[in-house]
């Protein structure tokens, strides 16, 4: 299929760019296959991603009505004609290449086939959780209770690249303006599906490689930080199952009520004593929903992989305290530049995945910025941070009018006791001793680097408790995720080496992973059973309504409809005046005007009114469901009816389509 060819032309690519700019090499007692791949893929569906989006968007400004069809021709075609140049060059040493190749790619063969298992065994359960919330079957797809709400407006922004013509980019909930979310991973799938891939299989298949290509480079960086492999391979164990004390306390409160084992048995939600920690917002659901967090976990994780060299060599000198200091910041060794090329590269990568995953880039930007404090060369952070934030700041140029963040202090994030005490204990409660335990790992780390590594890991942390980028301070719960997804390494490392004692040490080390796992996994229990059958929303992919909404309006339409999420309005990728408000306002659009004026349009019976908003807001079609309320207030057909005509009409009768003419 088209899709698959274009994932492996791109992945081709990105290889080739890793080897020609990047220079990426694997440690001793590394197998660099694992880097090979995650970097190929990553930075492969970067560049190409781009790429087809740009050539398509001028297509689209030239008149195209299929301008992905364009892009992809010009990004494929380029692509093949120059893997075919280069392989060509190759060819006649190619069983010397080879030889040498796989020798590079697999240095310890022992290590490679216990990491291929863990490998094929994460790809296994990757693929089967990823189809289990979300599919297709007979016509109908299926999305679980606890992802379908995040699912709507990225299925949504999906369909207007594979079904639509969305350039200039909008953000379908909110038609008629700028797209402030990121989008790129969004684009992607859905131009896999214009290429041929059904929705599910695109989406779930990118979301796979791009998770499975993060815990690749994650393992590769727990055993690189800590030198263990079993470390490494514990770091994706507990990445998969958060730590808490919500568990124990659950379990406490229902032993002393005496249903410990029935709520056990009926419970289907998130449990959760600290502010919307019931969301999911610290289990691994985070990562079924927002699915292109991972991709930028991905890229985050290759340029932090890239700078433990300088972090390494900063730190291995011998010098101790005031001349240490000295030394890594006023002398020129310490700010000179190591190597530009990798600097500018790393720039390059952060900064073009901006537009994928914001919370990514700004949360390895974090990581960098301590990283910087303990290494030599600082001139290539400096220019890593510039070329990240210029490429940043000339996609938001690009892509939103006005200011792309509204940043403002707020201490505390979303914990109501915003006292230090405060503070501690909801740490405590949402982690359990992950993050205040991290702070007394520091102090038994012996290499200055491992030290250096781990306050680095914490600075995301400390932003999400200082700083809000968007009106909604709940989604700066992603940057403490980033940093709970690295410090894992030096939990793992902690518990292998209790492990490796006498029995009192490994009775200590195996209390210590279940406190660590077992509210994860619970949570993760609790993802299968509520995403499981009857816990399903159900969409009709054949409907006839996606369909006329699909062939009959465009991009330069927008409609006005109910306050939908998942449906299959959405599933035609059409512009609305106003979809679920939360994702709107959560992007920072100004969702209560709206509300207010399509409130009016709908409950009026003033036919000068409802035509002078509609024409104000630019409205071209209304939707009008059977029955229907908005904002709380009953519909009337009536006054829409009167002034323009119906030009469809369900065969149940229950949705009807008004042009405005």
Known sequence: MLGILYMILGSLVGREILEGFLNIE?????????????????????????????????????GSEIPLLYGNIAVMAAAFVFLAVLYARRFRNRKAILTAELQRLVENRCLFWKEAVLFIVLALFLTWIMFYVFFIKDGILYSGFTVYGDYAPHTAMMRSFSLENNFPTQYPHFGGEDVKYHFMFQFLVGNLEFLGLRLDLAYNLASVLALLGFLMLLYSIAKRVTGSGKAGALTVVFFFFRSALTFFRYVWEHIQTGDLIQAFRDNTEFIGYTANENWGLWNFNVYLNQRHLAFGLLIVALVIWIYLDWVEAGCSHKEQGILWIRNRWFTWEAWKCRSMEKALAAGLLIGLTAFWNGAAVIGGLLILMGFAVSSDGKLDYLLTAVVSVMFSVLQSRLFIRGSAVETSFQWGFIVEDKSPGGIIWYLLQMSGIFFLGAVLLFFVQKKRSRRAVL??????????????????????????????????MFWAEAAVSLFCKKIPAKILAVVLCISLTATGIYDMWIIFRNNGPGHRVAVNMDSSLTDWLSENLDHRD?????????????????????????????????????AEKAREIYTSQDKGKVRALVAQEKITYILFEEGMTFEGEQGIEDTIKAIYPRVYQSEDRRIRIYEIR
């Open 455 to 488: 306050i680095s890991c914490l600075f995301p942390l400390i932003f999400a408790f200082c700083v809000s980028l968007t009106p909604d301070v709940t989604v700066n719960h992603k940057y403490i995720m980033i940093s709970y997804a690295f410090l894992a």
């Open 26 to 62: 694997s440690k001793k007692g590394q197998n660099y296959i694992w880097l090979a791949f995650s970097g190929a893929f990553g930075i492969g569906m970067l560049f190409f991603g781009w790429a087809t989006y740009l050539v398509s968007w001028a297509a689209s400004a030239s």
């Open 558 to 594: 927008l409609i006005l409809t109910p306050e939908y999420s998942i449906s299959e309005v959405t599933m035609a990728g059409v512009m609305m005046y106003l979809g679920w408000p939360y994702y709107a306002w959560s992007a920072g659009y100004d969702t209560y005007g709206r």
